[in-house]
């Protein structure tokens, strides 16, 4: 009579014994499961001087974000930028400090979003096998690293993992440099995963809808009516623009579809950009110069949005909501309110359960 051979398993966890299908003496691997991994700008781990100095030094290192010839911006960077800028940078972050964790807001909110995204995978929202899905988070710059996370994930046995840029507007300075990493990383390993990277959602519906209302239902509860919202994004060099970066098109184009879906007129909702740093040229119109040239002109009244940060950070928390407010009011301004990220919010998740969901079709 002949033995049936043991069929072979389509996936296995860690920690499982080889199958007895497998040859003899053949070491036990985890493999056959997907992962998920959510990735967002980066945060300092501490406040202090030396760890500001640790993260602005790899965050402006990046050729992605600063294309200054390395000549010229090394000096810069490592005499100037890195003396005197992580001293005063800690001070801004120690004003927005999550306390009770001893982090950054933005690595408090993305660890939020990635557990309520396993939350929504496990229950079967994307389909498929939920115990064959893995979600994890990583920083592009600081901790947790994307190395250590892609590592974390192929020893749970992801052989293809989904990487999620949390940035719904495409620029090379954000998730290119993103991209850029995770294939670093995969050029240092012998069993690759397979790679899917999702794209951009400026200008998906569900993101639209996701900001309209978190805009309606944020100015309901305000006690005044904005004479004006502003909708400030990061900025970049003008001259990213002008070497065929898409950025600019995709935040004009997600204000263009939030007026359409507010009914509001550019007078109503006006683009700007922030943060901009160094001499050279950003995309325009500024928010900073913007915000305090309001109030000649007689609006004394606002409230500004930040659709291209999924997340609370430092440019929104500080920048927008404390230096911007100033401003503002020193201006002559009379009101104003800073409208949240979407965060891990309802409306938040919506969106990147959406973006998953879409981007794992084909695979579970």
Not at 7 to 14: E, G, L, T
Not at 78 to 103: A, C
Not at 143 to 159: D, K, Y
Not at 173 to 199: E, G
């Amino acid at each position: 009579m002949q033995t049936a051979t043991p069929k072979s398993p389509d996936f296995m966890a860690p920690g499982q014994p080889a199958p007895a299908s497998w040859p003899p003496g053949h070491p036990a691997a985890a493999f056959g499961r997907i992962g998920v991994l959510i990735v967002n700008l980066g945060t300092p781990d501490a406040t202090d001087y030396w760890s500001m100095r640790r993260y602005l030094k790899e965050f402006l290192s990046d050729r992605r974000v600063i294309e200054v010839p390395r000549a010229i911006w090394w000096p810069v960077l490592n005499l100037i930028i890195l003396s005197v800028r992580p001293g005063r940078k800690g001070k801004d972050y120690d004003t927005i400090w999550n306390k009770e964790r001893n982090e950054g807001p933005l690595r408090t909110i993305t660890r939020a979003q990635a557990e309520k995204l396993a939350a929504f995978v496990q229950q079967g929202g994307v389909g498929g096998d939920p115990s064959r899905l893995v979600v994890d988070w990583a920083m592009r710059y600081g901790n947790p690293s994307i190395a250590s996370r892609v590592e974390a994930l192929q020893s749970q046995g992801c052989e293809r993992i989904l990487l999620v840029p949390l940035y719904p507007h495409y620029a090379a300075a954000t998730t290119a440099t993103v991209c850029d990493k995770m294939f670093d990383v995969l050029k240092t390993m012998r069993w690759q995963p397979i790679l899917r990277v999702a794209p951009p959602w400026h200008d998906d519906p569900v993101y639209i809808e996701a900001l309209a209302d978190s805009i309606q239902d944020s100015l309901s509860k305000l006690d005044f009516e904005p004479d004006l919202v502003l909708a400030s994004y990061h900025g970049v060099p003008k001259a990213y623009l002008d070497k065929g970066d898409p950025y600019h098109c995709h935040c004009m184009k997600t204000t263009r579809l939030l007026r359409e879906r507010l009914g509001w007129s550019a007078d109503k909702l006006m683009t700007t950009f922030q943060s901009r740093f160094g001499p050279a040229e950003w995309l325009r119109p500024y928010t900073d110069e913007t915000i305090k040239g309001l109030p000649a002109r007689g609006i004394k009244k606002i409230a500004v949005v930040t659709p291209g940060f999924t997340a609370d950070c430092l440019e929104t928390i500080e920048e927008i909501g404390a230096e911007n407010h100033e401003y503002f009011m020193e201006a002559g301004g009379e009101k104003f309110a800073r409208i949240d990220c979407l965060n891990d919010s309802p409306a938040g998740m919506r969106v990147l359960e959406a973006v998953v969901k879409r981007e794992l079709m084909g695979w579970v």
